[in-house]
């Protein structure tokens, strides 16, 4: 019995798992019989490896073939085993060196004139491999980019099964055929999210409460709710959020990037997303393309995880099917969503900024004098948005149009992004500053006990709370959230505590009574 082994990675979620492909030849009926729980796509692989390797001019083994994958308990999808499994069939066969097949961990899709096709996902299965202790990775050349962004991994980047095989072999690489320009694995971006880079907030006429809210929002990471009339610029608003947060951090880039790589949404010709992203996914969406999901072994992130670092935008948000939005209300306090499947577990990191818009009732009139809607149909329309959803949103704005003053005069004074983000970088500097050594990195995500324990504002600032509290108006989580935002306006405003005007302006967002 002739043995070689292989090895590739499986993904689930954005995690990758380092899979043994080991290949047997034997004596018995012809075939190749594949084991280890892989699913449809995987089980086509025995037509395209049998395929490309015939292509590439190798002789296609004509005895009984058996490819194991392990862990066997480890549920695989997806065609990027093909290229680990063609080299784990000839190392078996005697036509490659079974030492040197068994060093590099290999990922790839192969086609069926031999050429190696891009996958989804090639930079979490090149950090699993990396994490496993491997530094050489075989991939799509499509894949190069986003594989190297990987430190202390050596990428070998092939374009066709036989161009690997002569590496293999330590043979010179043949001039490979020109072949059509191959579609890149992921959705291209939309010409929307391409123009949303050159939005700045001094577009913005008017609403100095709402630019306001934004700036707090970057600043601490805020949930925010925009309640107003068609035209008042609520998603003008949220569509320049992104222009006013940093770039992220080299690590928070990658766990991003690796999200999109998985979910095929990364940008062409951008390996890594560097920039805060933004999602605003209709109001037809489902709770699965909500929180992430699908069928079988393929679970994809959901909007609040392609959100993660960023902002997602919830527009028309009384629009959306019941339970959607609740669907959220977990995932806003951990900061991650978990997904439970029979075989295995999931979790997609999604610490996002929400930002929802709505029309104050479903007519959704310009003007109030045209509105036909009963108060208990506004009521009705609104109440579609849960108390415990709207509990876990600092920032509560009603906007109302914007003068004619305003719109003639407001572009020389409002403020443009770069300034407003200026002062957003440097209250995020004065906060990381406070809690050096602990492992949050915004206001928002600070908990509650935490807070009172070891960031309590003076006790005269906590007056306008606890009359609140005294009152009725405010909840016990309402309070830690007021607290948060209040530290937020004293980070913008360089104090070193929160002052009783800070803790009051924090309140008034918080209720919504800011008109």
């Known amino acids: 019995m002739a043995l070689a082994r292989t090895r590739s990675v499986g993904l689930i979620g954005v995690r990758g798992h380092l899979v043994d492909v080991e290949a047997a030849i034997t004596n018995g009926t012809p075939g190749l019989h594949l084991v280890g729980l892989p699913d449809t796509a995987l089980s086509e692989a025995r037509d395209r490896v049998r395929a490309a390797i015939l292509h590439s001019g190798e002789d296609w083994p004509t005895r009984h073939m058996t490819v194991a994958l392990g862990p066997a308990d480890l549920p695989k999808a997806g065609a990027g085993f093909d290229l680990a499994i063609a080299v784990a069939i000839l190392a078996a066969a005697g036509v490659l060196p079974v030492a040197a097949c068994a060093e590099p961990v290999m990922i790839g899709e192969l086609g069926l004139d031999g050429r190696v096709r891009a996958v989804r996902g090639a930079l979490p299965a090149v950090l699993g491999a990396a994490e496993a202790g491997f530094r050489t990775v075989v991939v799509p050349l499509a894949n190069r980019e986003e594989a190297e962004l990987v430190p202390g991994v050596r990428v070998l980047a092939v374009p066709s099964l036989r161009a690997l095989l002569c590496e293999l072999r330590g043979e010179p690489v043949p001039e490979e055929p020109e072949r059509p320009a191959e579609p890149p694995p992921y959705t291209p971006v939309d010409s929307a999210r391409t123009r949303r880079g050159t939005l700045d907030l001094a577009d913005v006429r008017g609403q100095s409460e709402g630019r306001r809210a934004l700036e707090i929002s970057a600043a601490g990471g805020h949930h925010l709710f925009l309640l107003g009339p068609p035209g008042c610029g609520k998603t003008m608003l949220a569509e320049r959020l992104p222009s006013l947060l940093p770039p992220l951090e080299r690590q928070t880039a990658l766990e991003v990037t690796a999200i999109h790589s998985v979910a095929g949404t990364l940008p062409p010709g951008q390996p890594l997303v560097a920039h805060p992203p933004f999602h605003a996914p209709h109001h037809t969406a489902s709770r699965a393309a909500m929180i992430g999901g699908g069928s079988g072994r393929r679970v994809r992130p959901g909007a609040i995880s392609l959100a993660h670092a960023g902002v997602l935008f919830v527009d028309e948000a009384p629009e959306f099917q019941g339970g959607v939005l609740d669907s959220m209300r977990q995932p806003m306090e951990q900061g991650e969503v978990c997904i439970d499947r029979t075989a295995f577990t999931v979790k997609f990191p999604a610490l996002f900024t929400l930002v929802m818009a ?149 309140l008034a967002f918080w209720q919504g009574h800011t008109t």
Do not use: H
């Not at 309070?479 to 937020?488: E, G, I, S, V, Y």
């Open 358 to 506: 709505a029309n104050p009732c479903p007519c959704a009139a310009a003007k109030v004098l045209q509105c036909r809607c009963t108060p208990a149909i506004r009521s009705r329309y609104l109440s579609r948005i849960s108390g415990p959803l709207l509990d876990r949103v600092d920032l509560k704005l009603e906007l109302s149009p914007a003068t004619r003053a305003e719109l003639r005069y407001d572009l020389e004074a409002a403020e443009s992004s770069a300034t407003v983000s200026a002062r957003v970088l440097e209250a995020r500097e004065r906060a990381l500053k406070r809690m050096a050594g602990l492992p949050w990195r915004t206001n928002s995500e600070v908990p509650g006990p935490e807070l009172r324990r070891s960031f309590a504002p003076p006790p005269e600032s906590l007056v306008p709370l606890e009359l609140a509290l005294q009152d009725g108006s405010l909840s016990a989580r309402g309070m830690d959230r007021a607290l948060r935002t209040a530290w937020t306006i004293a980070d913008l405003a360089g104090r070193d505590s929160p002052a009783p005007w800070d803790t009051a302006e924090a």
